[in-house]
């Protein structure tokens, strides 16, 4: 008589599978926490905001809609280059990273990923990102997301950051990049509108930072950086973020010429908002009201977002520009 198979607590796995069921498991996490600590130091949000810009600079060089090869070729080479510099920045930066509460939880401050291997992976990435868009695109494209990666490293992170309060508004050039980038892609040149398009970034910059900077002024205080905020009063910065912005409210006009009424209606429109709500900052902060500058940095990113879709839009409708073809 045949006995019938014992059962281990009603399981069909024998012993050994078991067994190592939770360690596959532990290493499957391992593994997770590694590329999720490789992303961190790419800063994945401010990359998809670099590419938002980028393809509506490709839109309107193409005067309509690029070839979806060139646009994916374009976005994997910007979002690589992106991701070199941020890793770069995170090499640089991760003693002050660590001592400032927005940014302890980036992977190096908190140990995640060896300095020797960010610094690798950082210039890898930016090794790469020169030769898929040389290949991909063209050699302009590729040689101008160097730059960008260049400036961003060595003039902004390592030259300017720690040693001036005008530190973000030369180093934010470097943000301003790809809209160049993405017109180079589709033209292999680099023309006036694309030059426009880098000067409403370069303006939209210092309004956009110094709003957060002054949420966070006592931990760029603590960490010994000179952002604006905490070298200058609060009715210094929130004056020069009304110039800005009334600056960049009237150069997105200079891109008329090139453009139809549906850009031009977003630009007038929401310039004019953008300079209302700094504005109203300024009036709250020589009032001595309690201010949330907050506010004006999240309408900075809707704000640019809905203009370079405009740009987009305008570009892909094909409407007759407002001034003379380029």
């Given at each position: 008589m045949v006995s019938a198979p014992v059962s281990h607590r009603g399981s069909t796995e024998s012993p050994p599978q078991r067994q190592h069921g939770p360690r596959i498991r532990a290493q499957l996490r391992r593994v997770g926490d590694v590329v999720r600590a490789y992303l961190g130091l790419t800063k994945t949000r401010i990359i998809e905001q670099l590419l938002v810009v980028t393809v509506p600079a490709m839109f309107l060089a193409e005067r309509g809609i690029?070839?979806?090869?060139?646009?994916?070729?374009?976005?994997?080479?910007?979002?690589m280059a992106a991701a070199s510099a941020h890793a770069l920045n995170c090499v640089v930066d991760?003693?002050?990273?660590?001592v400032m509460k927005r940014t302890a939880r980036r992977p190096l401050a908190k140990g995640q990923v060896p300095t020797r291997h960010a610094l690798i992976f950082g210039l890898v990435l930016g090794a790469l990102s020169s030769v898929w868009l040389g290949l991909t695109t063209n050699w302009l494209a590729a040689a101008l997301s160097a730059a960008a990666i260049a400036f961003y490293v060595l003039v902004y992170t390592l030259l300017l950051k720690r040693?001036?309060?005008?530190?973000?508004?030369?180093?934010?050039a470097a943000g301003c990049m790809p809209v160049v980038i993405g017109w180079?892609?589709?033209?292999?040149?680099?023309?006036?509108?694309?030059?426009?398009?880098?000067g409403v970034i370069f303006f939209w910059t210092p309004p956009h930072?110094?709003?957060?900077?002054?949420?966070?002024?006592?931990?760029?205080?603590?960490?010994?950086?000179p952002m604006?905020?905490?070298?200058?009063?609060?009715?210094?910065?929130?004056?020069r973020i009304v110039v800005y912005s009334w600056v960049m409210a009237l150069w997105t006009l200079l891109l008329l010429p090139a453009t139809s009424w549906i850009y031009a209606a977003v630009a007038v429109a929401g310039g004019?908002?953008?300079?209302?709500?700094?504005?109203?900052?300024?009036?709250?902060?020589?009032?001595?009201?309690?201010?949330?500058?907050?506010?004006?940095?999240?309408?900075?990113?809707?704000?640019?977002?809905?203009?370079?879709?405009?740009?987009?839009?305008?570009?892909?409708?094909g409407l007759p520009v407002l001034g003379w073809p380029f």
């Open positions: 690029p070839s979806v090869w060139l646009i994916v070729a374009t976005l994997v080479g910007g979002a991760a003693d002050i990273d660590a040693r001036t309060a005008q530190n973000i508004v030369w180093g934010g180079a892609a589709v033209t292999g040149t680099v023309e006036w509108p694309a030059l426009v398009m880098f930072f110094w709003a957060l900077a002054m949420r966070y002024k006592d931990d760029y205080a603590a960490a010994g950086v604006l905020p905490v070298v200058a009063t609060p009715v210094q910065v929130s004056a004019g908002w953008f300079v209302f709500k700094s504005h109203r900052l300024h009036a709250g902060v020589r009032a001595g009201r309690e201010v949330v500058p907050m506010r004006l940095f999240h309408l900075s990113n809707m704000y640019l977002c809905v203009l370079f879709a405009a740009i987009a839009v305008d570009a892909a409708v």
